[in-house]
């Protein structure tokens, strides 16, 4: 079967692997449909992400298809059945596990970062990885659920309520999913960006105060917005440290910053314990496929419209290309197997 590799810089573009088999009478084998391009996968093509450095990698974490076959122990998925895959693996043992954050085992094995991914024709993984998903959700959009369960966890960490409102720095795909969680959670949502493309699409699907960082400044629209109170969340998804700064100054007392594009930054701990702030981490996901899934209806419009390319499977180069090329008018990329 076809899959696509890379080896760092050295090289990148299908191969010919030997076809997948169960060896467990929990796994599932599932023929891949539809993966979706996102900035881990182009920092493996670049040769810049450490958990790949120096080795050969299969990419893709967002992806689904169709079971073809199950293990003997597999007890509610069958072939025929689309499916979502959910891209970790933990000890289950950990004092991180034993907590219910697999996300964070100190050994978590991330599909197509650290292990093999989803960018070949089949892909077997254990019954638990994989989730059930409706017909009306259609193969480009089942590409984009695993990266609003990032959004959904980014929400529940940091433990957005109707009332809430948040400030979302960068409109990228993450961003844009997280707003578009946040707001059909309830919540007030602004997000800053600088792009023209991306405030363009942010605008597109719906959110309601969309900042022009490169025109406006933040901080006065920000304030104006909350009644010089302050957003309540402050999310940075950007990951420019003095935005990541900016943030924290902003915050509301009670209020909770996540970094999530991890980036190093400064604060102050008098002005932090004065206002009682917290820095709440998210990482990948956990427990967030299901309720994503289940309310999925809220976001397909806003998926189709985030989804500005789609490529066949044989021109996954090509895509990979396009995406490092980082254009503000790119949203998602999707690949497809059986374009139909």
């Not at 450490?50 to 072939?79: C, D, Y």
């Not at 990032?150 to 957005?160: F, K, N, P, Y």
């Not at 998804?237 to 003095?242: I, M």
């Not at 990482?283 to 806003?302: D, E, G, K, S």
């Amino acid at each position: 079967m076809k899959a696509f590799m890379i080896e760092e810089t050295k090289f990148a573009g299908l191969i010919e692997v030997e076809e997948p088999r169960i060896t467990s009478p929990t796994e599932v084998k599932v023929e891949v449909e539809s993966v979706g391009i996102c900035g881990t996968d182009i920092k493996i093509y670049e040769g810049h992400h450490s958990q790949s450095l120096g080795q050969k990698r299969i990419p893709g974490h967002e992806f689904a298809g169709v079971v073809t076959e199950v293990g003997s122990q597999v007890r509610n998925l069958r072939p025929g059945d689309r499916v979502v895959h959910e891209p970790i693996s933990y000890c289950g043992s950990c004092y991180a596990c034993l907590r219910g954050e697999g996300n964070v085992c100190r050994d978590v094995r991330v599909t197509g970062c650290n292990c093999s991914g989803g960018m070949e024709e089949y892909f077997v993984a254990e019954e638990r990885q994989w989730h059930k998903i409706p017909d009306w959700i259609t193969w480009n959009q089942a590409a984009l659920i695993e990266p609003y369960t990032i959004g959904a966890q980014i929400c529940a960490r940091a433990e957005l309520r109707p009332e809430d409102t948040m400030l979302i720095y960068g409109a990228g795909p993450i961003g844009l999913m997280l707003a578009d969680t946040a707001l059909h959670l309830g919540a007030k949502v602004f997000i800053s960006e600088i792009s023209q493309g991306r405030l363009e699409l942010a605008r597109k699907i719906g959110i309601p105060h969309v900042i022009d960082s490169g025109k406006q400044d933040v901080r006065k629209e920000v304030m104006e917005l909350t009644g010089d109170y302050g957003p309540n969340i402050v999310a940075d998804c950007a990951g420019v440290p003095r935005l990541a700064e900016e943030g924290m100054e902003l915050l509301s007392p009670c209020g909770r910053f996540v970094p999530v594009a991890g980036v190093k930054f400064t604060f102050d701990g008098y002005m932090a314990m004065r206002r009682q702030l917290k820095i709440t981490a998210s990482r990948l996901q956990m427990h967030q496929f299901v309720p994503v899934i289940a309310r999925f209806r809220l976001y397909q419009q806003h998926a189709d419209a985030m989804i500005t390319d789609v490529f066949d499977f044989q021109d996954t180069k090509e895509a990979f290309g396009l995406a490092a090329e980082r254009r503000p008018e790119t949203g998602k990329i999707v690949l497809r197997f059986h374009k139909h």
